[in-house]
């Protein structure tokens, strides 16, 4: 079975909507002509027998695969790709685990990942590792495009722009950090709740290494089984749990999540001084910060922004968050 045709119109038309976004794939590059039409593949794929498959696809790697493995943490089997088998290549890549990695000189590949890697975390990293452009439709329909551009979504509909987080993130750690914290586990959490959490728009509360002795924690579910944010195969089932429970995630300074969804029950002190904000669980979480200022309390709202607090205060909100923010 073969990819369905598509028009040069229609190509030329997916050309036009990209620049309008700010990706200009226009064919000044060897490799846009491979990213237009994977992009183009993603967007209106084959539907067979009412589903609609998953697909993606890695444009352009630049580095050394050998360089893969030890930045993603992802064991890579890389098959060889040509003649016939492309036209067909695309139905094998799932865009989860197993990839194509297609190459302007014609040395394309399929490759296959030892375990699932498609969040939107997943693609950042792999995007980063390989230096390449990112195409994926992910099994849930939401088609992604991650690059040097930042992260691009199509929801069917329209399109959302992540910014590139670098600067940001550097920023966040930097104002947040003290000598007892982290700056790399920090940023392990500033990204799962930018890539994993909001991305989903999954509303959560993450509480980074928490003084024992702070005010105005309740836990009110079991101690959870040991899940680290610095082992990537973790982040699923904390993920998956966070869209399931309201409260709060503590995680130690180690990045070891230590509770889930506790209750945030502010001081007197910190329920009259410190205004709200916006909703619910933004104030809870500003309160919480002020009881505990040692505290970074990160704060991911269902309609997908992320804010960071401290000793009370914003820290800052990540780029590219929606203009009508909600708890």
Known sequence: ??????????????????????????????????????????????????????????????????????TTGLRIEQRPLGGAWLDTAYLYADGIASWIALDPGGRHAGLVFDRPAGSERDLVVIAEATGATIVQRHPGGL?????????????????????PLASWLEAIVAASCDVADSADVLELLLEFALHDLAARQIGATLVYRPDPHAPGRQARLPTPPPLDIRHPPDLAPIRHALGQIDGATVFDSGGALREIGVRLVPSMTAETEVPGLRGMRHTSARRYSADDPGATVIVVSESGSVTVLRAGQIVGIAPGAPPDDTD
């Open 1 to 70: 079975m073969e990819r369905r045709p598509t028009t040069a119109r229609q190509l030329a038309r997916l050309v036009e909507e990209l620049s309008e976004i700010g990706l200009d794939w226009d064919g000044r590059e060897p490799w846009h002509e491979l990213a237009v039409a994977a992009l183009d593949y993603a967007r209106r794929p084959r539907t067979f027998e009412h589903r609609t498959p998953s697909f993606g696809a890695i444009v352009d790697p630049t580095t050394e695969p050998s360089s893969w493995e030890p």
């Open 143 to 163: 088609v992604r495009v991650v690059g040097t551009n930042g992260v691009h979504r199509w929801d069917g509909a329209e399109w959302q722009h992540q910014p």
